[in-house]
């Protein structure tokens, strides 16, 4: 059994920065890809940002390239996302989820291929 937990997020203005978190309880986590989704009202959930289990075959939107970074710790059973210069359209509830063990394959739709997800952190970006 694996258990997500995101946090990091919050209340910030247009041009700022956060950084999210996922931490993992349990086992198998260091050795599987992550994947960051969103979720902003009335939208589907989409890819942000993913990561394989080796730190390599990163993955991005095309809407946060060049802002966002995601980067993992596998010391902590950590994977962050550092988000830099923010805008309204960020806003949404973000969710950590575990993908493929062994794979470097950044799954994109969030129906497929992931099997634990975390309980959500709101980010709010004010104009």
């Known amino acids: 059994q694996v258990h997500l937990v995101e946090s990091g997020g919050g209340l910030v203005q247009a041009g700022g920065s956060l950084r999210l978190t996922c931490t993992a309880s349990g086992r198998d986590f260091n050795n599987y890809a992550v994947t960051w989704f969103r979720q902003a009202p009335g939208k589907e959930r989409e890819l942000v940002a993913g990561i394989g289990w080796s730190g390599s075959g990163i993955r991005y939107a095309d809407s946060v390239k060049g802002r966002f970074t995601i980067f993992r710790n596998k010391a902590e059973n950590m994977v962050h996302l550092q988000m830099n210069s923010l805008k309204p359209e960020d806003t949404a509830v973000y969710y950590c989820?575990?993908?493929?063990?062994?794979?470097?394959?950044?799954?994109?739709?969030?129906?497929?291929?992931?099997?634990?997800w975390g309980q959500g952190t709101q980010v709010t970006v004010s104009s």
């Open positions: 989820a575990r993908g493929g063990g062994y794979s470097d394959y950044v799954r994109p739709n969030p129906e497929s291929g992931y099997d634990y």
